[in-house]
C-alpha cells in the first residue's frame, strides 16, 4: 500500500493496481488502462466535491485494481444528500462523453472513441441497481424509506450477489475473447467478497447495539 498526499488529502494505492496495467499491457493498451484510471478518479473527485459542497467530511481517496473509492469521515448523512454524491460520478462520465460526442460532431477534435466508450461505460455500469455500486446505493437509500433497514440491506445485499455470480460467469464465458475479460472476473470476486465484509459488519453493528439497549434496560 502507498500512501499519497495531494494538499494534505490522503490517497491509499493498493499494488494489485499492477494486475490489471500488466494485463493490458500485454496487447498494447496500456493507454486504455491509464485513460480508464483517469475518469475513474475524476469520477470520485466528483463524489468528493458534491460531498464538500454539502458540508461532509471526506477522509480519503483508495485506489485499487478496479478503481477508486471515495471514504467520508461522517457518519450520518441526509438521505437527500446521499443520493446526490453518489449520482454526482456517473453524471461527471456521461456528461464527459457527451461532450467528447459533441467536440467531434463539431470537428474540433478527430478522435475520442475510446474516451467516449470509457466514460460511457463507467457512468452506465456504476448506475447499474446493484450495491456497491453508485446506482445500488441510491436504490438502498430508497428502499429505507418503505421498509426497515434490516430488511432493506438483505434485498439489497442479496440482489447484489446474485448479479455478481453472473458477473462471474459472464466473464468466464467472454475469456475465449480475450483475456482482459478475466478482470470481470476479479472484479465480481472481489466486490463479492467486499459485500460479505459489509453484511457481516452490518449485522455485527446489530448485534453490539442489540447487547447495548439489553445492558441498559437491566438498570432501569
Known amino acids: 500500500m502507498i500512501k499519497l498526499k495531494v494538499r494534505n ?17 500485454l496487447p498494447g493498451k496500456t493507454a486504455v488502462f491509464l485513460t480508464a484510471l483517469f ?21 480519503r481517496i483508495s485506489v ?23 449520482i454526482a460520478g456517473p453524471v461527471f462520465n456521461l456528461a464527459a462523453g457527451l461532450i467528447m460526442l459533441i467536440l467531434y460532431s463539431e470537428g474540433w477534435i478527430t478522435s475520442c472513441g475510446e474516451i467516449m466508450l470509457i466514460n460511457a461505460v463507467l457512468g452506465l455500469y456504476n448506475l447499474l ?11 438502498f437509500v430508497y428502499l429505507k424509506y418503505f421498509m426497515d433497514e434490516e430488511t432493506a440491506a438483505k434485498l439489497i445485499f442479496g440482489f447484489a450477489k446474485v448479479f455478481l455470480i453472473f458477473n462471474f460467469f459472464l466473464g468466464v464465458y467472454l475469456i475465449q475473447y480475450s483475456l482482459l475479460n478475466c478482470l470481470i472476473c476479479l472484479l465480481a470476486v472481489n466486490i463479492f467478497i467486499s459485500v460479505l465484509r459489509e453484511e457481516n459488519s452490518k ?10 439497549e439489553q445492558e441498559s434496560r437491566r438498570y432501569v
Open 9 to 25: 488529502f490522503p490517497i491509499y494505492i493498493s499494488l494489485d493496481i499492477l494486475i490489471p496495467l500488466i494485463l493490458f499491457s
Open 203 to 212: 449485522w455485527q453493528g446489530r448485534e453490539i447495539r442489540a447487547k447495548i
Open 39 to 59: 475518469f475513474s478518479f475524476l469520477h470520485e473527485l466528483s463524489h468528493l466535491a458534491a460531498a464538500k459542497i454539502l458540508k461532509y467530511s471526506p477522509d
Open 129 to 139: 441497481p446493484f450495491y456497491p455500486l453508485d446506482g445500488g446505493k441510491i436504490v
Open 64 to 86: 485499487n485494481m478496479f478503481g477508486e473509492v471515495l471514504h467520508l469521515k461522517d457518519v450520518r448523512i441526509l438521505p437527500e444528500h446521499e443520493i446526490i454524491i453518489h
